[in-house]
């Protein structure tokens, strides 16, 4: 069996991270899996950006969790101090939007972030995610994964009743 092609944050090389145009690309080179990272807005939105604030790879500023998925959709995501206005377009995608776009085309590997897990298990990001998952039709193509603990009991707990991905730390994808 050849190895798994795992497109980190898409293909962040020559696109923006954790954006459209990142994903497409990486299904270009063939990617089997696309590992991307989810973070919640402050409107309870599941946003698919890698770091706890926007400076870094948008337009704007400010801590994802402080702004509402509207206000972060009005920012440009084409990391512009590294691809200049290339990719002013753009957007930051929601989690629904990423799994629509690669399903059937790819599996993906989502990295719940530490800063976005909360006391809320209930309404939280690992449920949040679990319910996008199940709402695309893609349990059984999705691995989930976080540094935070309680984010993957959160998940264990959630498979079984939504029959929801796997959820590790370090485990390859089911194929």
Known sequence: MPPLIIAHRGDSAHRPENTLASFASALEVGADIVELDVQ????GGVAVIHDATV????DGSGRVADLTLQQLRGLSAGYPSRFGTNYAGERVPTLPEVLAFLKGRARALI???REAV???AAGGIEALTVEAIRRAGMIGDVALTSFERRALLRCRELGPRSGAA?????????R
Not at 55 to 58: E, L, M, P, S
Not at 166 to 174: E, L, N, Q
């Open 166 to 174: 796997t959820c590790s730390t370090a485990r390859r994808p089911p």
């Open 118 to 120: 909360s006391d809320d």
């Open 55 to 58: 400076d870094r790879t948008t």
């Open 40 to 43: 919640l807005t402050k409107d």
């Open 111 to 113: 990295e719940i972030k």
